[in-house]
């Protein structure tokens, strides 16, 4: 079994900065995509931001030239730096692993969520 851990959610001022943290462990053969999802009140979950395990990135329009993602592949996580935050960012972040725990075995993992509310 794979467990993700968040960590960095909390109340920021609009145009402050929060990074988040997301640990995975467990039975970790090897991570592929490391992503961060999030969802707002009546809204679907969305992609903000992913990265490979080459380090190659993809991010949400909404979000580009503000957040950055990055990872470190020898403790099994993955950041967001996000700065000039907007109130339009507030949501409940997930953190997303596609782990292969075989050789022949993989699967996308969810952290619990972490919220962050961007508000003045």
């Known amino acids: 079994q794979v467990q993700l851990v968040e960590s960095g959610g909390g109340l920021v001022q609009p145009g402050g900065s929060l990074r988040l943290s997301c640990a995975a462990s467990?039975?970790?053969?090897?991570?592929?995509?490391m992503g961060w999802y999030r969802q707002a009140p009546g809204k679907q979950r969305e992609l903000v931001a992913a990265i490979t395990s080459g380090s190659s990135t993809n991010y949400a329009d909404s979000v580009k030239g503000r957040f950055t993602i990055s990872r470190d592949n020898a403790k099994n996580t993955v950041y967001l730096q996000m700065n000039s935050l907007k109130p339009e960012d507030t949501a409940v972040y997930y953190c997303?692993?596609?782990?292969?725990?075989?050789?022949?075995?993989?699967?996308?993992?969810w952290g619990q969520g972490t919220q962050v509310t961007v508000s003045s």
């Open positions: 467990g039975s970790i053969f090897s991570i592929n995509t």
């Open positions: 997303n692993a596609n782990v292969r725990t075989g050789i022949l075995r993989q699967s996308d993992y």
